[in-house]
């Protein structure tokens, strides 16, 4: 796979304290203030990284140039940290401490890892309890010693100087029998029994705070056939969970419509992340001239559900619905969370092949646009470029998007195919 990064923050700092972190089996890692909970969205946790700026030095953002095939990793560079996020939901699925020398580890409060323990097999087994027997990797030369939620691994050439000094000769191969010498070398930490099989678990309650997210997102249409509005399935934490058992979010259906006043959307889907008003807009010269308004319209930016709203400032009324896929890559990559949506267009046969037999075409969040552009464009149609700069820098590294066109849809395209932004607005 081809592999691009970027840095996300980095600090001038040189020096600075070691990382003194609780791990818990199957849920997470964590500071004294902060915690990096498996299931949380990917935005989170780059937040909570961003806070910690002054003793997380350096994070890096890993992903491929065909971003579902490969997970997409923050790397924690100088703490030996890596966190794995699902390429589709885009939350935590696996942490990965990947160089026990760097950081500082407890359990139960109880330090197992840290420059005045030494991590052995034995240590390990006196903090975490009995667990079955470990395995032998004969492959990667490791020792793997696994708890539900938990996989140490110890390189078999390791040992502890307790055990270079008893024989010096042979410390680098401990006896196929024994392994309590070996010395920790990585930790996972993930949902389940089995690291390879390890999914992002049910959306975390304690990562809700306060806000919705949408579980997926639809298209209503009218007696016409029109799109008049979206359908929301929206996750929240009301707070009538059992603390004892399964927690989970609860799914509430929720329709907000073209012409939807600001208070009725509010209603719906709840405050705004978000009240932004609309200074600029690089589309309007394919528009027909607006009507003289000095007054500006105005977005609710819904960044926990990937979607923004456009209000009229003179009707204040909703007509436009932006989605927002938040590929890696794209300008605004790291600002809303993704947005599952799932939008059906009937397909005009003008454009499509004549051997097509397909009258309605699905559309959703991994669509990419080369299958399906042939059912919605002709051949000979040209895109709009979109290539968008902020006010303080006026460069973009990501490069320019494709805007297409279809019945009242503009779907923004990237360089790689997938969609970045789908626009629906009011005929």
């Not at 209000?311 to 989605?323: E, N």
């Not at 969040?365 to 000979?380: N, R």
Request: aromatic share 10%; net charge negative; with cysteine.
């Amino acid at each position: 796979a081809q592999w691009e990064g970027y840095d996300v923050m980095q600090n001038k700092l040189e020096t600075t304290k070691m990382l003194d972190l609780e791990v818990i089996p199957e849920r997470a890692l964590g500071g004294a203030q902060w915690e990096l909970v498996l299931g949380m969205p990917l935005i989170q946790a780059l937040e909570i990284l961003k806070r910690q700026s002054d003793v997380i030095r350096k994070v890096h953002i890993t992903y491929s140039e065909q971003p579902l095939d490969v997970d997409l990793v923050a790397d924690l560079v100088e703490d030996g940290i890596k966190l794995i996020f699902d390429p589709k939901c885009q939350r935590l699925r696996v942490i990965d401490v990947y160089d026990t020398r760097k950081v500082s580890l407890r359990y139960c409060n109880k330090h197992f890892c840290s420059p005045e323990i030494l991590p052995t097999v034995e240590q390990i087994h006196n903090s975490f309890g009995p667990t079955l027997p470990g395995e032998v990797d004969q492959k990667r030369q490791l020792f793997n010693l696994h708890f539900r939620g938990l996989l140490f691994t110890f390189p078999l050439w390791s040992s502890s100087p307790r055990t270079a000094e008893l024989n010096p000769e042979i410390s680098s191969f401990p006896a196929a029998d024994d392994h309590r010498e070996l010395v920790l070398s990585r930790v996972y930490i993930f949902s389940g029994s089995d690291l390879n099989e390890a999914r992002a678990p049910v959306f975390p309650l304690e990562c809700f705070h306060g806000n919705s997210h949408a579980e997926k997102v639809g298209v209503v249409r009218d007696e016409r056939g029109d799109i008049a509005g979206l359908k929301v399935d929206l996750m929240m934490d009301d707070g009538q969970h059992s603390k004892l058992g399964d927690a989970r979010p609860k799914i509430k259906e929720r329709i907000v419509r073209f012409g939807d006043s600001p208070q009725t959307v509010s209603l719906e889907l709840g405050a705004p992340s978000k009240l932004f008003y609309k200074q600029e807009d690089k589309m309007r010269i394919h528009s027909p001239p607006p009507h003289p308004n000095k007054s500006s319209d105005y977005f609710f930016n819904y960044l926990t559900l990937g979607l923004d709203i456009l209000f009229d400032a003179t009707t204040h009324k909703a007509k436009k619905f932006i989605l927002h896929t938040n590929y890696p890559g794209h300008y605004d990559f790291n600002i809303y969370h993704r947005c599952l949506f799932l939008v059906t267009v009937p397909v005009d046969k003008t454009y499509a092949k004549d051997d097509s037999s397909a009258t309605d075409l699905t559309i959703d969040s991994f669509t990419k646009w080369s299958d399906v552009q042939e059912f919605l464009t002709k051949p000979t149609d040209k895109p709009v470029v979109l290539n968008r700069s902020s006010h303080t820098n006026s460069s973009n590294p990501f490069g320019a998007t494709h805007c297409y066109g279809y019945q009242n849809i503009i779907f923004e395209v990237m360089r790689n195919n997938h969609i970045a932004t789908v626009t629906i607005f009011s005929r």
